[in-house]
């Protein structure tokens, strides 16, 4: 992970997913540390092995970073990617605070929690980021699409159009009216 942020960072388009890959790859740095001195504690020396689960999605997001794709396609591909590796990450650091608190070991406990509160903050803010772009794109395509209003009578009256935000990370929809003026005086 500490290798692949950087990686999917500097192929963001937007400064905002931009900034926040960054943000997570020092965290990812501090929770390593974090790490080492849980082991510290408990009189072990760590040792890195191979993960296949998170090979696969280290894999899969290099395999979309060589994909051909526009601006946009590709901050939602690297959105997706850091996702699940933060998913993947939250699963293992709270299977570990688990495992600390059944072995009474509270301290490491709560250094593993302070890790999992932000690995949750990380995942919140690039679902973030996710849901506005996805609405953003829509409101763009809506507008591309929308047909151009007429007034239909002779007095000066406010049209309004709807339109219809699907957001597929929350599975919400969201509908916002938008008033204009006529654009055909009469």
């Known amino acids: 992970i500490i290798r692949t942020l950087p990686r999917l ?9 931009r900034e926040a890959l960054k943000k997570h790859g020092d965290q990812s ?3 390593l540390e974090r790490l080492d001195l849980i082991f510290t504690h408990w009189g072990e020396r760590p040792r890195s092995r191979p993960c296949v689960g998170l090979a696969g999605i280290v894999q ?3 395999n979309r970073l060589n994909q051909e794709a526009t601006d946009d ?3 939602a591909a690297i959105i997706g990617s850091a996702r699940r ?26 250094l593993l929690q302070e890790t999992l509160s932000e690995e949750g903050r990380t995942d919140h803010c690039l679902s973030d980021l996710a849901e506005a772009q ?23 009256e406010i049209v309004s159009r709807g ?15 938008v008033k204009l003026s006529p654009v055909i005086p009469r």
Do not use: F, W
């Not at 339109?163 to 009216?177: I, K, N």
């Open 9 to 17: 960072a500097e192929a963001a388009r937007a400064r905002e997913l």
């Open 29 to 31: 740095r501090l929770h």
């Open 60 to 62: 899969e997001a290099d």
């Open 73 to 75: 396609v590709r901050d």
């Open 85 to 110: 590796m933060e998913h993947y990450e939250i699963a293992a650091y709270s299977s570990a605070r688990g495992y600390a608190r059944q072995l009474n070991r509270l301290d490491e406990a709560r």
């Open 134 to 156: 996805i609405k953003a794109d829509a409101q763009s395509e809506a507008d591309l699409y929308a047909p151009p209003l007429v007034a239909a009578s002779s007095e000066p």
């Open 163 to 177: 339109t219809a935000t699907a957001c597929a990370v929350t599975g919400d929809l969201e509908v916002s009216a």
